[in-house]
Structure formats: structure tokens, C-alpha cells
């Protein structure tokens, strides 16, 4: 019986760790993009969070989760997100500008599905 307990045991803690290096791996691989390729929506929503405001949107500056886990871990409250204007739209869209606490900038541009790291 103590021989199983301990199997089980070794196959959580190898899952644990196989999950925690998966979840590394991903973070690592976040393409880049220079700013003066992203659309000229997120170039301006960048400038008005350099300047503080005002934001268009009532949501801009809530704090963003990071649920998809697709951008390096952190605390809560570590992220905020500020909504891009997508054209032709009637809700905020699918585009949004993410700032971490050190001034870090992700754009995405399908809802958080994926992200750029946006170099300035």
C-alpha cells in the first residue's frame, strides 16, 4: 500500500513540475512587434496611457487576469488593459493594449487568444 501511495505521489509531483515547465515554455515564446507596425488605433491608445488619459472606454485601466496564462506569471493587479478601437465596430472589439507594473506593453489583436510584446 505505501509502495502505491508513493507512486501516485511521484506521478503528481512529475505532473506538477511538467505543467510548470510547459507553462515557462509558453511565456518564453511571445513574438515581438515594433510599435510602428501595429495599427495606428494601438499606437494612439499607447500615447494616451503614456499621458494618463482620458480613456474612450469605461473599462480602460481594469485590471486584466491573465487567465490564458499566455504572458509572463505575476500578481493580480500586476496588468492593466486599455481597449484599442477597432473600426466599423459597435462594442469595444477584440483589440486591446496590455501594460505590465515595470511598463512592459502586449497588444493583441484577437481578444486575448494571443499577444506581441510591442517594441518601442
Given at each position: 500500500?505505501?509502495?502505491?501511495?508513493?507512486?501516485?505521489?511521484?506521478f503528481?509531483?512529475a505532473?506538477l513540475a511538467?505543467?510548470s515547465?510547459?507553462a515557462q515554455?509558453?511565456?518564453?515564446?511571445?513574438?515581438?512587434?515594433d510599435?510602428?507596425?501595429l495599427?495606428?488605433?494601438?499606437?494612439?491608445?499607447?500615447?494616451?496611457i503614456?499621458?494618463?488619459?482620458?480613456y474612450?472606454?469605461?473599462?480602460?485601466?481594469v485590471?486584466?487576469?491573465n487567465?490564458?496564462?499566455?504572458?509572463?506569471?505575476h500578481?493580480?493587479?500586476?496588468?492593466?488593459e486599455?481597449?484599442v478601437?477597432?473600426?466599423?465596430s459597435?462594442?469595444?472589439?477584440?483589440?486591446?493594449?496590455?501594460v505590465?507594473k515595470?511598463?512592459?506593453?502586449?497588444y493583441t489583436?484577437?481578444h486575448?487568444?494571443s499577444f506581441?510584446?510591442?517594441?518601442?
Amino acid at each position: 500500500m505505501r509502495r502505491i501511495v508513493s507512486l501516485v505521489l511521484l506521478f503528481l509531483i512529475a505532473s506538477l513540475a511538467t505543467s510548470s515547465l510547459l507553462a515557462q515554455t509558453k511565456q518564453r515564446s511571445i513574438p515581438t512587434i515594433d510599435a510602428n507596425e501595429l495599427p495606428s488605433e494601438a499606437r494612439h491608445t499607447i500615447a494616451l496611457i503614456k499621458k494618463g488619459g482620458p480613456y474612450p472606454y469605461k473599462k480602460d485601466g481594469v485590471v486584466f487576469g491573465n487567465f490564458e496564462r499566455l504572458l509572463p506569471l505575476h500578481e493580480r493587479g500586476y496588468y492593466k488593459e486599455f481597449t484599442v478601437p477597432t473600426p466599423g465596430s459597435r462594442d469595444r472589439g477584440a483589440r486591446r493594449i496590455i501594460v505590465g507594473k515595470a511598463g512592459e506593453i502586449y497588444y493583441t489583436g484577437n481578444h486575448y487568444a494571443s499577444f506581441n510584446r510591442v517594441r518601442e
